[in-house]
T-cell receptor, first 113, second 110 residues
Framework: EPEVTQTPSHQVTQMGQEVILRCVPISNHLYFYWYRQILGQKVEFLVSFYNNEISEKSEIFDDQFSVERPDGSNFTLKIRSTKLEDSAMYFC???????????FGPGTRLTVL | GQNIDQPTEMTATEGAIVQINCTYQTSGFNGLFWYQQHAGEAPTFLSYNVLDGLEEKGRFSSFLSRSKGYSYLLLKELQMKDSASYLCAVRRLGDYKLSFGAGTTVTVRA
């Protein structure tokens, strides 16, 4: 069964450094998402991406964040200058159509020191 | 915004049934999802309701009442591996995102 994959599984970085989190959505899916989950808290929406542009973003997704689909398979989330409070699990998700189920990848645990 | 409420924790015995309730307040409701999340892992899809009524999928069933802003997830014949967090998520018409509740941690005891 096709799955969303994410790399790396765990990233440790220093405050102020840039990080890029990578995702490969399910191949026939058209809608891509990033969510995050701070330890012990609920899953929070960051951004959605469709037709090579951001379709919706939350207030968390400020100028420090950006997303890109650099080729036909990868979908990336960049955090330009990481803060301590960016430490969280970051999940990529994809869906075939807007109204369809979103399938989540295994996540990248980001630790900012 | 949306208010999505679920109980924080529930405990049940192996082989028993547990019902996890979710209430929500939103305009333009366009679907409710249940996901299972084991500690440190990704949410995995369990069920989806957009119309009123019961959806059954093996040991798991989900119910929706749109007029009451209420859903429940029913887990039957509980197994130890069902110990996890169960997340209720709502989508609004025109939104791309899912809005999640805080999750209900279910502990299954032998």
């Amino acid at each position: 069964e096709p799955e969303v994959t994410q790399t790396p599984s765990h990233q440790v970085t220093q405050m102020g450094q840039e990080v890029i989190l990578r995702c490969v959505p399910i191949s026939n899916h058209l809608y891509f998402y990033w969510y995050r989950q701070i330890l012990g808290q609920k899953v929070e929406f960051l951004v959605s991406f469709y037709n090579n542009e951001i379709s919706e973003k939350s207030e968390i997704f400020d100028d420090q964040f950006s997303v890109e689909r650099p080729d036909g398979s990868n979908f990336t989330l960049k955090i330009r200058s990481t803060k301590l409070e960016d430490s969280a699990m970051y999940f990529c998700a994809s869906s075939e159509q807007l109204s369809d189920t979103q399938y989540f990848g295994p996540g990248t645990r980001l630790t900012v020191l | 915004g949306q208010n999505i409420d679920q109980p924080t924790e529930m405990t049940a015995t192996e082989g028993a049934i547990v019902q996890i309730n979710c209430t929500y307040q939103t305009s333009g409701f366009n679907g409710l999802f249940w996901y299972q999340q084991h500690a440190g892992e990704a949410p995995t899809f369990l069920s989806y309701n957009v119309l009123d009524g019961l959806e059954e999928k093996g040991r798991f069933s989900s119910f929706l009442s749109r007029s009451k802003g209420y859903s429940y997830l029913l887990l039957k014949e509980l197994q130890m591996k069902d110990s996890a967090s169960y997340l209720c998520a709502v989508r609004r018409l025109g939104d791309y995102k899912l809005s999640f509740g805080a999750g209900t941690t279910v502990t299954v005891r032998a």
